[in-house]
């Protein structure tokens, strides 16, 4: 079965500082991978996936992610944090093969400091 | 165009209550999702629908929770007998189709407070 794990459960940044969001994953079959935000009260919103195209993909906001295939890694990184980034991060798996749920880490608040 | 929308966003109950949450997904869509998310962790998968049919009922809990999707559109969610233990943000979303590379578009989700 698929897993995911998500290292630190809270990451602290300066404004205009890298931000770096820690996901490995487990799965028996070439992964899909997600990254979700969460901002307060609302709902997820997908910031980018990985689909076996690009290693490398973009998203929105900034943000992009390298899909490592030897370290089952799939970081999320944005050059320069923005205050507006403050919010909860979600990695997540696809299940392929079945109904195609996904299974999700237990997220990253991130926290931008002036 | 409009997104995943779900009523009521806030549902307070007492325990031993039956409650029902309802979730309009994206036109068109025809995979259904209902998650669960409680305070400090990631959504739980609790069932999946493709069209009318439950494809996947897999992360239900125990046989107090029940979804339908009738008409292959909107899907309501019923639990019966609440437990305080059922409180938490539960989470709906769409996709156009199913298929592991395909984008689930969340609602606002419906918090539960069971008392």
């Known amino acids: 079965a698929q897993s995911v794990t998500q290292l630190g459960s809270h990451v602290s940044v300066s404004e205009g500082a890298l931000v770096l969001l820690r996901c490995n994953y487990s799965?028996?079959?070439?992964?899909?991978l997600f990254w979700y935000v969460q901002y307060p009260n609302q709902g997820l919103q997908l910031l980018l996936k990985?689909?076996?195209?690009?290693?490398l993909v973009k998203g929105i906001n900034g943000f992009e992610a390298e899909f490592k295939k030897s370290e089952t890694s799939f970081h999320l990184t944005k050059p320069s944090a923005h205050m507006s980034d403050a919010a909860e991060y979600f990695c997540?798996?696809?299940?392929?093969?079945?109904?195609?749920?996904?299974?999700f880490g237990k997220g990253t608040k991130l926290t931008v400091n002036p | 165009g409009a997104g995943v929308s779900q009523t009521p966003s806030n549902k307070v109950t007492e325990k031993g209550k039956y409650v029902e949450l309802r979730c309009d997904p994206i036109?068109?869509?025809?995979?259904l999702y209902w998650y669960r998310q409680s305070l400090g962790q990631g959504p739980e998968f609790l069932i999946y629908?493709?069209?009318?049919?439950?494809?996947?009922d897999s992360g239900l809990p125990n046989d107090r929770f029940f979804a339908v999707r009738p008409e292959g559109s909107v899907s309501t969610l019923k639990i019966q007998r609440t437990e305080r233990g059922d409180s938490a943000v539960y989470l709906c979303?769409?996709?156009?189709?199913?298929?592991?590379?395909?984008?689930?578009?969340f609602g606002p989700g419906t918090r539960l407070t069971v008392l």
């Open positions: 979303a769409s996709s156009d189709t199913s298929g592991g590379a395909e984008t689930q578009y």
């Open positions: 799965s028996s079959v070439p992964p899909y």
């Open positions: 990985y689909t076996s195209a690009a290693t």
């Open positions: 997540a798996v696809s299940d392929q093969g079945g109904s195609e749920k996904l299974v």
């Open positions: 036109s068109g869509h025809t995979a």
């Open positions: 629908f493709q069209g009318t049919g439950a494809a996947d």
